[in-house]
């Protein structure tokens, strides 16, 4: 059948409906109650379609308001067990009755992906595609125009229909050609060992002749006539391998004994046939791996779960040529807008190749972003020099002793510092102990410190969250400032 995107071409439905959303999701309950809820926010009041396609089944789910609830209508093309007779309407009033239908239809054997003959067929089964379409204004033409425009399109797309299915008995037919070319080749090889080896074998007959003289009469030269005879039907001597073999046993257990050059004959024709019969099968076990490596579909390595998956599940970039699968740059982009970020840039172009000897300025930087977490950085005016200190000695400890090189020595300085945040009624950040002024505006702060995303509040010096999703950050603000002041008036 065509594509949905293919359909949606039309300009029957591409003038009449707009497609809100496409979704690429493994078919479990979880995703496909998602699917519906998001379709439901972007219709609004009004009507949504969303279609559904897991090969082969594509499955109309339409989404209607009826006063204070919606309704749910499945429409199934397919004869099922309750309704046998061929396509029905399936009604529902819950999300959760729907969805438990659609699970239980679009349902599949977990053991299959563990086949791996079948692993792409298998995957199409584990996954599907939801199309989300809201009905745009009606045109403002004449009815009859727009009767015209219905069957126009509906032409259109059983005439690409027809274009697929030409399309697909020729490439079935063209690989049916490439196979014939390849046993032509094949055939043609082998035609050519066996002139070949005949040639080897007429120059041996020749120059054994010419050794024995013409004394040799007509019985002695009758197996050589014979191995060449046997030498040109190669097909048949194979065929009947097995059968001539035998033969070949019984023949010398009740035939008397031979002379050497008949000897040597009857196992040279049997080492050829032996030859024959390997070279057929090699040949045959090629052609199928040839054909195996021409059908199967082409993998990928998501640099994400490290995964291998077919192509078809490539999100392909502008920015780069990295790939990733659909499902994990889904999850990125989606954990990038909850923390707020935009622009949104390629993961793996904003780590870069991590080597800490190329860029060994970068590194260091990194490494005191990651030090940050856990530690505090003092610097020590005595000798000038910085060093990281765990939060919790830092928090206990009244004198701090350095400890780099240059004799050990006590940083002073802190309790000065300690006097002016008193006076001046500075904050320091619950997080990371990092002194906070507030400039102006409410008392909600937000520590600067890389990798510390504490958010705190100004006037009672309490922790808010500790967290860098903008949803944890809203909900954990407004239950802490029912109790606090958000905002100070002198």
Known sequence: HLEVEEIYAAPIFSETLDNKAREYASTNRKHLTGLLRRAKLLSGESAVAVVITRPPEIILCLIIPVENQEVFAIFDSHPRPKHPDG??????????????????????????????????????????????????????????????????????????????????????????????????????????????????????????????????????IGPSTYLSSMLWPWRMQVDGASTERKRLDQSSATSPPQSPSNQEEEDLRYAMQMQ???????????????????????????????????????APLDSCAHRFCTECLRSYVQSKLQEGRFPIFCPVCMTGDGSKHEYPEDYQTFVEFEMTAFSILIHCRQCKESVFVDKGEYSEMEILTSAVAGGTHSCDGSNELKDLMEQRGWKNCPGCQTPAEKVEGCNHMTCPTPGCNSHFCYRCGQMIVQSVRQQEVSTAVSNHYRSCSLFHYD
């Open 87 to 220: 396509a029905a309407f399936i009604f529902n009033t819950s999300l959760e009755g729907t969805t438990t239908y659609l699970t239980q239809l679009l349902g599949y054997d977990a053991q299959l992906l563990m086949d791996r003959e079948i692993q792409w067929e298998a995957q199409m089964l584990a996954h599907f595609s939801g199309h989300v379409f809201v009905a745009k204004d009606k045109p403002d033409i004449p009815s009859v125009w727009l009767n015209a425009l219905i069957r126009a399109s509906l032409s259109a797309l059983s005439l690409k229909a027809d274009v697929v299915s030409l399309q697909s008995q020729n490439n079935s037919l063209a690989s049916d050609n490439s196979s014939l070319g390849r046993d032509i080749q094949r055939l043609q090889t082998e035609l050519r060992m066996l002139k070949q080896e005949q040639h080897r074998q007429g120059n041996g007959q020749r120059s054994a002749t010419a050794r024995k003289g013409k004394a040799r009469d007509e019985s002695e």
């Open 276 to 314: 024959l019969e390997y070279s057929l099968e090699d040949s045959v076990l090629h052609d199928q791996m040839l054909e195996l490596q021409a059908t199967a579909q082409r993998t990928f390595d998501c640099v994400i779960c490290l995964e291998k998956l077919p192509e078809d599940y490539i």
